[in-house]
């Protein structure tokens, strides 16, 4: 990138961490590392607050190729981010699928088409009639359905902070330092951004930046002139308890149930002892990003009605607690945005993952590496995330996000 090595990475969440990570794991790699982190606590960021999922059934080959190395590095995490302290958090993968239905001619040739590009890539997703649905899952009811995708592996959920604290500690452990700020502007020299300025009026020189900022990562870009559609939607997670089990479903996952997405968009999956479950509210505006009041409404009107029809187990639910969380939203097209733009050099992006950037925050950490070391990414060519698509008005959208 440019003389000096050393490399400032502006947010500590999962895909700061995993960044970090990579770098300092890179033996070829001779800088140093900065990570900066307004709220080290992470009290508000996208990666605390995440229902922490992971899914192959995506309509984009990368986004499937990231998918399937994140269920990779979820399932070898304490052999990947050991230390000489020892091994690395187990990020308790419980792998137990993603159902996703539909109930219309349409919904179901959106699947078929998805679900070509997810084999083609390497998912191991099935299609299944109704009655496949109700032999798997007979708490389901399946008489209003055309068609389910069902991954038989490498999907489920896992433990989102143990990603974080694992990274970041194995990250610590090679020498990166996270250090509490907030990046308020940018060091340029001409176009190239060759530093951070802190909130305190304190300058980090670098030879890379990378805006890894979440939700805030247009207002980053815009530091250095960048035009990134990014910023923050609001999602409720609501955790609720049944009166009466669905658990003694025979299944064939491993005898538990998966994450089902249901053709109305409401999406619901085991959590300890009850369930977690939330949808994608319609409008979806952008929100400040200090507005984390839930929207109650949502599950009485909503969630509540699409749950008691999918089935009868659902039907007597009582809501345990409620967060409220925000999604890194591209509205552009509702993918990853990585890498430098040409009129900003030295700023390398990885953003806008539009709440699918846990699973794939080791993916884009490597990539972030890969651009910072070789100029490109090498492991997974994700070169069609290029932040210039914006300008360029070539979209990549993501038919597939919850
Ligand atoms: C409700 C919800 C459910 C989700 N479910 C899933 C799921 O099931 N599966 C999945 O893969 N993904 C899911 N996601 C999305 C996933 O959590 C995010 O894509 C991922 O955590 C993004 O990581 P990040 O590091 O980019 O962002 P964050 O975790 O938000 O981290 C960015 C950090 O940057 C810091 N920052 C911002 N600006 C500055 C600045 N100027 N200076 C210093 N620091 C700054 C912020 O404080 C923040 O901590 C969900 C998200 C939400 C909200």
Redesign the pocket.
């Known amino acids: 990138m440019s003389a000096c090595r050393d490399v400032v990475i ?7 961490a995993s960044a970090a990570f990579h770098l300092v794991a890179d033996p070829g790699f001779g800088g140093t590392v900065t990570v ?4 080290p606590r ?1 009290a508000r ?3 605390a ?6 899914r192959t059934q995506f309509s984009q080959p990368g986004n499937v190729a990231m998918s399937l190395h994140g269920a990779d590095v979820i399932r070898r995490f304490p052999q990947i981010t050991a230390t000489e302290d020892g091994p690395g958090p187990d990020l308790a993968f419980h792998e137990a699928g993603y159902l996703t239905l539909a109930a219309t001619g349409a919904g179901a040739e959106t699947l078929r088409a998805n679900h070509a590009v997810q084999v083609a890539s390497g998912a191991d997703v099935a299609l299944w009639s109704p009655d496949d649905i109700a032999a798997a899952f007979p708490h389901l009811r399946t008489d209003d359905l055309m068609l389910g995708a069902y991954g038989r592996s490498n999907e489920g959920w896992f433990d989102n902070m143990g990603m974080l604290s694992g990274y970041r500690r194995a990250a610590r452990a090679r020498g990166a330092t996270f250090v509490a ?3 308020t502007g940018l060091v340029r020299d001409g176009p190239r951004v060759c530093g951070v300025v802190l909130a305190d009026g304190s300058e980090i020189a670098a030879g890379a930046v990378v805006n ?5 990562a247009g ?2 870009g815009a530091m250095a002139g960048l035009r990134l559609p990014v910023g923050p939607r609001k ?1 409720t ?1 609501f955790v609720f308890d049944c009166a009466r089990s669905p658990e003694g479903s025979a299944t064939v996952a491993k005898g538990r149930l998966p994450l089902m997405v249901d053709p109305s968009g409401v999406y619901c999956r085991p959590e300890g002892r009850g369930f977690v479950t939330g949808a994608a509210p319609d409008p979806d505006p952008e929100v400040a990003f200090d507005d984390f009041e839930p929207r109650e409404a949502e599950f009485d009107n909503v969630i509540w009605p699409a749950l008691a029809a999918r089935s009868e187990a659902f039907e007597a639910i009582r809501v345990q607690a409620r967060w409220v ?4 939203w591209n509205a552009f097209d509702q993918n990853l945005l990585l890498g430098a733009h040409p009129d900003a050099p030295g700023l390398v992006s990885a ?1 806008g ?1 539009s ?7 080791p993916a884009v950490g490597r990539a972030v590496a890969e651009i910072v070391l070789h100029g490109a990414t090498r492991a997974i060519d994700l070169s069609d995330f290029g932040v210039a698509r914006v300008d360029e008005g070539r979209p990549l959208t993501e038919r597939a996000v919850i």
């Not at 607050?49 to 992971?54: D, G, P, Q």
């Not at 969380?325 to 890194?328: I, L, M, Q, T």
């Open positions: 502006v947010g500590g969440g999962a895909i700061g900066i982190e307004r709220d992470h960021s996208a990666t607050l995440s229902v922490a999922s992971i700020g907030e990046v890894a900022a979440g939700t805030r207002q980053v999602r997670v969380g925000h999604y890194e953003c993952l709440g699918h950037g846990l699973q794939q925050a």
